[in-house]
């Protein structure tokens, strides 16, 4: 009897030991995060990204290990965003509704990223980190096995034109024009409602698409047109702010509920960080970068007329095809949220 009481306790106690050793390992794993970006290394992007592999690395106590890849050393959008739902890849920073519509086969989502949709970026925000938002992503995740980490304001779109195609200031003035968008249906159907022939093209083709006459233009932000030196071949900027852009970094589902809860609230507090950072110093660059365009290329400013482009956008969308694929009414639901 008491040989049998010695050996429940003996068990007892290695159980004790394996059981707190086991609890410990969970807590001290040191994971190694790869995010992967197609933006440069003097981006605001790149910076902001590491910025949260700083924060992230000082929360975690080193627990938490991120290497940033820029200019797309891991593969290009579609490849990365690709990588992290099949988890050969931890993280990626260019994913966006648009992207996760074609290729999680969620065409719902799509209806987040659409012209003239968000009055301002408290409104984005009120969308996207409201209930809307959160069961989109939440729905994302389990469809695609990636989620959705945090929204970081990337700017607000514009287009920048050739001087061969000369300046716009309504819908009718693109027609026939070739003007890059990022080859997603929902990307393209943006140039569509913008009264343009939208010509799918990769990122890191644009600059020289540009400056051969390939495509007659592109919209992007005005930072991201100055830094990767598309101003350098274009000749007007039309402020048609047509949308008002964000990304949102993403990770690999499985690996993020694999980690201890701890680390998700490190991770979840460094990209919070990385928002405002990457934030503030979008809106400063749109407010002193144009005009540093127009000193450096002769860039001219043209405004348009704005409501004819959003009269343009609400006629596309109205179509049944956008009701049918994002369920009736969302458009203008999100539109007076």
Known sequence: M????????AVTVICLIFGTVSGLSAQDKTYLLRFNTTSGP???LAAAMNKFAQVVGVLSAGKIQVHVAHSGLLGDQKTALLGVMKGSLEMACDGSPSWFADMANYPEIGVLEVAYLYRDINHLY???????GQGFWDNLAKKSGMRVLDTWYFGTRELSL???????????DLKGKKL????????????????????????GEVYMALKTGTIDGQDN???????????EVTKYVVLTDHMIGYINPVINEKLWQEMPASYRAYVQKAMEVARFFMNESVLEQEATLLGKAQK???????????????????KYYAMPKFDAKWGKGMYAKIQAE
Do not use: C, H
Not at 2 to 9: A, D, E, G, N
Not at 126 to 132: D, E, K, P
Not at 162 to 172: C, D, E
Not at 224 to 231: M, V
């Open 2 to 9: 008491r040989k049998s009481s010695m050996f429940i306790l």
């Open 42 to 44: 003097e981006s605001q």
């Open 126 to 132: 009120r969308v996207l980190n409201g209930a809307i």
């Open 162 to 172: 050739t001087q061969k195609a000369g300046p716009a200031r309504t819908p009718a």
């Open 180 to 203: 890059r968008w990022p080859n997603a249906e929902a990307w393209l159907d943006v140039g569509r409602a913008m009264g343009a022939n939208p010509t799918p093209l990769g990122f």
């Open 221 to 231: 932000p005005i930072p991201t047109s100055y830094e990767e030196k598309f101003l």
């Open 296 to 314: 450096e290329y002769g860039t001219e400013v043209i405004i348009p007329d704005k409501q004819a482009f959003m009269d343009s956008a609400q």
